[in-house]
């Protein structure tokens, strides 16, 4: 198959960024009956190939594929805008002009988050997930992402990105200069998380779907970062989950699924999640962050045309 097929349709991309609510703004879009989903949420097929994220195929791999990845029943509506979210797309360098030649018919979402509490988010999810060991501290946690700051190193795993991937600014460049801005919608977790029902329906805008889908909608948070009471029973679940994915993301059932654990989750996180510790930050640390990102917000306000809704993370 050539790539015309794919060409033919409209595509919406939750591009960005990572630890901003986009899983929950995933779900929200997918119950609406304009839209179509992919099969997995991050299928992650315009990341570039060496990026450290696993895929089961890449752009390399031909377009074909990624209308393979839409190949449940309601997507092969051509009136339905087929929808994505990987939220590393901000990240990979490659990836605009992959996405640009590919999908001309396609606008992205990107949601921001205040770098710090972004950072912190990071740093629990990943002790959460066994990527660091469970007795690093927040302040040696930035500590060595400090020392080994490098835009270039594409390489590293996210988790030990997300203090230069707080700045929004040098990825969202390249977007703004490939797309123009008429075809990004940027906006704020902190807008997302307290008021969702606005900023959906300013996407729906954006996106030319109906608004009114969610006047009396019911938003839920999904994946949040969370303190585990029992090890052994949370590495369980995330392993039934993740064999679950591998098994059915090609087949129909997925997204019926995908449906039974949104139902799961909730009760979950009920049985083997407590209050999460507080994390201290040092003042040095402090001191570090706000240098780190001085110039971020201003960079940012002025490639946006609009403020930032961030207040002062001290």
């Not at 991937?165 to 807008?191: A, C, M, T």
């Not at 839920?220 to 090890?231: D, E, L, T």
């Not at 994390?279 to 403020?307: C, D």
Request: charged content about 25%; some cysteine.
């Amino acid at each position: 198959m050539n790539s015309s097929r794919v060409k033919q349709h409209s595509y919406l991309i939750i591009g960005g960024t990572t630890k901003a609510a986009t899983t929950s703004l995933f779900y929200y879009l997918a119950d609406h009956p304009e839209v179509c989903t992919s099969n997995l949420k991050e299928i992650r097929f315009f990341l570039d190939q060496d990026y450290p994220e696993a895929s089961n195929y890449r752009y390399e791999d031909g377009l074909e594929k990624y209308d393979d990845i839409f190949c449940s029943a309601q997507c092969y509506h051509v009136e339905k805008i087929r929808m994505e979210a990987t939220p590393d797309y901000l990240y990979s360098s490659g990836t605009p002009l992959k996405i640009k030649e590919s999908i001309p018919n396609v606008k992205l979402i990107f949601i921001l988050r205040e770098p710090v509490s972004r950072l912190i988010s990071w740093y629990k999810f990943a002790k959460q997930k066994e990527y660091l060991p469970q007795d690093i501290s927040f302040d040696n946690y930035v500590d060595k992402q400090l020392i080994n700051d490098n835009f270039d190193h594409e390489n590293t795993y996210t988790y030990m990105r997300s203090l230069e991937q707080g700045r929004y600014s040098v990825y969202l460049k390249p977007y703004f200069e490939l797309f123009g801005s008429d075809r990004i919608y940027v906006n704020f977790y902190e807008e997302l998380s307290p008021n969702p029902k606005s900023v959906l329906e300013k996407i729906c805008g954006f996106a030319e779907i109906d608004p009114t889908f969610y006047g009396d909608y019911l938003f839920k948070v999904y994946n949040p970062s969370k303190a585990v009471k029992n090890w052994w029973f949370h590495r369980n679940y995330e392993q039934f989950l993740k064999s679950m994915r591998q098994y059915t993301q090609n087949k129909p059932i997925h997204k019926v699924l995908r449906k039974i654990r949104r139902a799961l989750d909730p009760i979950y996180l009920r049985l083997n999640v407590q209050p999460q510790e507080k994390v201290s930050i040092s003042p040095a640390i402090k001191n570090a962050l706000t240098k780190y990102y001085k110039q971020e917000v201003t960079a940012l306000e002025e490639l946006l045309g609009r403020s930032v809704p961030w207040e002062s993370w001290n």
